[in-house]
């Protein structure tokens, strides 16, 4: 998979060179690319924005940039997925990771101040599948630390790119429900004590326990997750 990124901060996307992401670019399992969006404009103050038509607060960014840099990126037989970090998006959930991880060629457009120009998305729309995703509700200061979450969530679920493809079995196999609580050794730390059952070694009596903690959490704290 190629995973573009265009920003005017790509320095945001150095991150993605560490730990399991990092690995897998070394193994080419991925391939990853910061674009700096001011390569694109023409203009001696490489401007990327300009006040918004109809008036309100704030700036937008203009289209043209936008149209050579995605001239350049969008794969001409229409395969790229563009991604808009937006909080006008659908929510981004993992079923959203688990459908993008099988995509050749993923680009996200990253924004900032109040967000792009609407037209780079109406003419993008004949070019690429485009979808407007939100990280969550609750305003960031533009698309790229979405961006990078959403590529680690989706990167993650590429073969090749986890260590451990065992947690990626487990983590399918899970219930829908928040985790239940893990511990390690030792067995005793600060006077707390790890639950009995757990270094029991009954492991019907334990698949319970984790059941029942992970219910209880559920309801606690995440009631709209229960069926
Ligand atoms: C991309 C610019 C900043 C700030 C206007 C929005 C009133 C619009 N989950 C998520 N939250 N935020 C983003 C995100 C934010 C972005 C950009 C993604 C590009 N910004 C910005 C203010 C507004 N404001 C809230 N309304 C209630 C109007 C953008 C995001 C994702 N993914």
Redesign the pocket.
């Known amino acids: 998979m190629r995973i573009d990124a265009v920003t005017i901060f790509p320095e945001y996307f150095a991150a993605l060179d560490i730990s399991l992401l990092g690995k897998a670019q070394e193994n080419k399992v991925i391939e990853f690319n910061a674009i700096d969006l001011r390569n694109y404009t023409q203009d001696k103050h490489r401007t990327v924005d300009d006040s918004p038509y109809g008036g309100g607060a704030?700036m937008l960014m203009k289209p043209e940039p936008w149209g050579e840099a995605l001239d350049e990126l969008l794969n001409p037989d229409g395969s790229t997925v563009l991604i808009?970090?937006?909080?006008?998006?659908e929510l981004?959930k993992q079923a959203t990771a688990q459908d993008l991880s099988t995509k050749e060629h993923i680009v996200f457009a990253?924004?900032?101040?109040?967000?792009?120009d609407q037209r780079v998305f109406d003419w993008a729309k004949d070019k690429a599948e485009v979808r407007l995703?939100?990280?969550?509700?609750?305003?960031?200061?533009?698309?790229e630390v979405?961006?990078m979450a959403m590529i680690e969530a989706i990167a993650r679920l590429i073969p090749g790119v986890i260590g451990n493809a065992d947690s990626l079995v487990e983590e399918s196999h899970s219930s829908g429900l928040l985790e239940y609580p893990s511990y390690t050794k030792p067995a005793v730390w600060r006077d707390l004590e790890v639950p009995e059952v757990l270094r029991g070694g009954n492991h019907a009596e334990i698949a319970t326990w984790r059941q029942e903690q992970s219910v209880s959490r559920t309801k606690a704290v995440r009631p709209d997750l229960l069926p």
């Open positions: 704030g808009v970090p937006s909080p006008a998006g981004f990253c924004g900032r101040y109040e967000g792009i995703i939100s990280l969550g509700d609750y305003v960031l200061n533009g698309g979405a961006a």
